[in-house]
Each structure stands twice: as C-alpha cells, then as structure tokens.
T-cell receptor
Framework: AQSVTQPDIHITVSEGASLELRCNYSYGATPYLFWYVQSPGQGLQLLLK??????LVQGIKGFEAEFKRSQSSFNLRKPSVHWSDAAEYFCALNKYNNNDMRFGAGTRLTVKP | DGGITQSPKYLFRKEGQNVTLSCEQNLNHDAMYWYRQDPGQGLRLIYYSQIVNDFQKGDIAEGYSVSREKKESFPLTVTSAQKNPTAFYLCASSILGFSKTDTQYFGPGTRLTVL
C-alpha cells in the first residue's frame, strides 16, 4: 500500500510567488515525516522534519510545513520562491524504524523568471 | 567537513559485468543505507546495515550485494543478475538506524548506465 503520496508530479510557479507542495500519508499511528530537496544530479538534502509537538515546523531555506492529522497531510510551503528553489522535492515517512522509510514519488518544481 | 562521499559520480558498465559503487562517511554514524532512484518512483531501499559486519535486505535486494567491514564504508555491488541496473544510486547514513526519529543524510549519488 502506498504510504506517501505526492499528488503533483510537476509544479511551475513564478519567482516571488508563494509555494505549497502537497504530501499525504497513510499510517494509523503517529507518523514521523520529512521533506527533502534534490537538485539535478545531486543527493537529497533535509529541509525539515516532524516528530511531535508543534504542528508547524520550520526548516532551512525559508521553508515550513504543517502537519494536519485530520487530513493526513504534511504540506510544504514557502512564502516567496527564489529561482534557486527549482529542484525536486520528496516527502518521506518513517513508520516503524529507520529501515522502513517510505518516500513519495517526488514533485518537480520549476520557477519562472 | 563531515559528510558522505560516493564514487564515481558516473559509471558505465557493459551487460554481464559486475560493478561496485563506493560509499564512505565520516559522520561516525552506525547505520548506512543504499537506495535506488528511478524517474517518477521516488527512492527504494536496496540494503541497509545497522552495524559493522551486519546488513539486511531492503525491498529490492535481488541482483545486488553489499559488505560492511568498516563503520565508515558500505560498498554496493551491482551484479550481472540485476536485470535493469541503469539508475541513480544514493547512499545514506544515520546515527543509529533503529529509531524512526533518526534522520538519514544522503550522499551525492552515482549514476550507473548499462551499455
């Protein structure tokens, strides 16, 4: 069963516009959620993570994500996108332990000048 | 600087050949992982190791082998039995490996192409 779904394969936004990338998960207990970013031909860099507590999580590069248990979502947001944010973004879920990490298929972000 | 290195960045292999991808970390992490990335499919776990001289199969281990003789190193061999090896391979590490709060850190990846 699909644990993490990123509904948008590709999103295009204008530089300076706001951004929201969607992530939905399926898991009955408390999920441990991550957002990673990958520039072309590079490895993954951790943007932020949610384990417990405050449902609004701040990350690096001005990103934030909000955990909504009622909607099984962990959407990534940024108020104003920069051209350097163009990359692929992955949402991930740890269910039982670190050996069972599930990644979404990714959302590719294009930034228009 | 602490981090994870993978070499080579690009690798070409003829069909029927085995090839080994290198992964080294100087983060003093106990756990290491190998993932395969294909377009539109996210990352899939090949093998993981929580401690030296021990490793476990992930979701797609067939056609791959690993070793963990040193804490810092976790090489992946793509054997001729792997039917579709062309992909981007990512190595990761984490402090412990048995906790779901443990964050994985990734290397820059190796792109393998079978000619």
């Amino acid at each position: 069963a699909q644990s993490v779904t990123q509904p948008d394969i590709h999103i295009t936004v204008s530089e300076g516009a706001s951004l929201e990338l969607r992530c939905n998960y399926s898991y009955g207990a408390t999920p441990y959620l991550f957002w990673y970013v990958q520039s072309p031909g590079q490895g993954l860099q951790l943007l932020l993570k949610y384990f417990s507590g405050d449902t609004l999580v701040q990350g690096i590069k001005g990103f934030e994500a909000e955990f909504k248990r009622s909607q099984s979502s962990f959407n990534l947001r940024k108020p104003s996108v920069h051209w350097s944010d163009a990359a692929e973004y992955f949402c991930a879920l740890n269910k039982y332990n670190n050996n069972d990490m599930r990644f979404g298929a990714g959302t590719r972000l294009t930034v228009k000048p | 600087d602490g981090g994870i290195t993978q070499s080579p960045k690009y690798l070409f292999r003829k069909e029927g050949q085995n090839v080994t991808l290198s992964c080294e970390q100087n983060l003093n992490h106990d756990a290491m992982y190998w993932y395969r990335q294909d377009p539109g499919q996210g990352l899939r776990l090949i093998y993981y190791s929580q401690i030296v001289n021990d490793f476990q199969k992930g979701d797609i281990a067939e056609g791959y082998s690993v070793s963990r003789e040193k804490k810092e190193s976790f090489p992946l061999t793509v054997t001729s039995a792997q039917k579709n090896p062309t992909a981007f391979y990512l190595c990761a590490s984490s402090i412990l490996g048995f906790s779901k709060t443990d964050t994985q850190y990734f290397g820059p990846g190796t792109r393998l192409t079978v000619l």
